[in-house]
């Protein structure tokens, strides 16, 4: 039986919880493990989704994940950001808190998306730095996710796995690690996806995320959009056996299915860790279409 990572134990597969689902959630109580929330959609809200995610808290173990962390920005820490997430995860008695590793804006300026950070000791030392105030504000180790990216910085000195893996040693954070972010960037910079699974700490490893992503055919784009397809599949069984399985959430951010079709999605991975497979084929070229990243999709939840 695996150990929890960093006192948290496997809470089995979980969906994330988005607006087009909360009438049918309240309604039917469905036998879902947990749920995850953006949790810049409910900080500030006092109104339904509050209201609904109250409910749902009372009934299910809830994941806090955030976009607007910044924790590679060279803004000063928001500490009343902070303040509210603390005070929520409070209320909702949240298992824990996640954001990437990333920057989100400058100078005051939030782009409302998730850039990427060259990977070198210099940047190292500073996320580090950063990633200890917020633990200890927090009161509870951050857990990180590995961005998905579309860029590479010519200063980088190390990988992105060698980089994940220091932070973790430095600050004693947890990992999120993002399957299909792990294949959507080795598409984009033609790195091995095993390799990268492969070397990270994975007694660190708190969480899984799996989802779905355009492909464009010679780049990837992470939308969130369908199904999981094989290859990332293939890498969540990998990961599986490296960690010894921990909490895994599905994420469906476009084109939002029924309850049950993405309750269904997360569900295929008991057959992957049984080594069944599933055929799901990858959207060819022809048929993908563009869409924004799901950072940018937020709005819906709070309306």
């Known amino acids: 039986m695996p150990q929890p990572r960093l006192g948290h134990e496997n809470l089995g597969l979980g969906v994330g919880l988005r607006a087009p689902h909360f009438s049918h959630i309240l309604e039917y109580w469905p036998a879902v493990d947990w749920f995850e929330i953006i949790s810049e959609n409910y900080i500030d809200s006092q109104g339904r989704p509050r209201y609904v995610l109250d409910q749902i808290a ?44 990333c920057w989100t804006g400058v100078a005051g300026k939030n782009t409302h998306d998730l850039l990427p950070i060259p990977y070198n000791e210099e940047t190292l030392q500073h996320v580090a730095s950063r990633v200890r105030q917020v633990q200890d504000f927090l009161e509870q180790p951050l857990i990180l996710e590995d961005p998905s990216s579309y860029v590479t910085f010519a200063a980088s000195t190390m990988h992105e796995w060698e980089f994940l893996s220091a932070l973790t040693e430095e600050t004693g ?109 990858s959207p060819s070229q022809e048929t993908a279409t563009t869409v924004p990243h799901p950072a940018h999709r937020i709005e819906h939840e709070v309306n």
């Open 58 to 101: 009372e009934r299910y173990p809830i994941v806090m994940h955030g976009v607007s962390l910044s924790i590679g920005s060279t803004d000063p820490l928001d500490f009343d950001y902070l303040k509210k997430l603390k005070t929520l995860s409070t209320a909702i008695d949240a298992k824990w808190i996640s954001d990437h590793v």
């Open 173 to 281: 954070c947890g990992l999120l690690l993002d399957v299909n972010n792990v294949y959507v960037s080795a598409i984009n910079h033609d790195f091995d996806p095993a390799e990268y699974i492969e070397n990270l700490p994975w007694e660190s490893i708190v969480q899984f995320h799996l989802a779905g992503h355009t492909n464009m055919g010679d780049y990837c784009i992470d939308t969130h959009d369908g199904q999981v397809i094989d290859p990332v599949w293939q890498l969540y069984r990998l990961a599986h056996q490296r960690t010894g399985g921990v909490s895994t959430l599905l994420e469906w951010d476009a084109n939002i299915p029924d309850f049950a079709t993405m309750h269904a999605e997360v569900l295929k991975a008991k057959k992957f860790i049984a080594g069944e497979s599933i055929s799901v084929e």
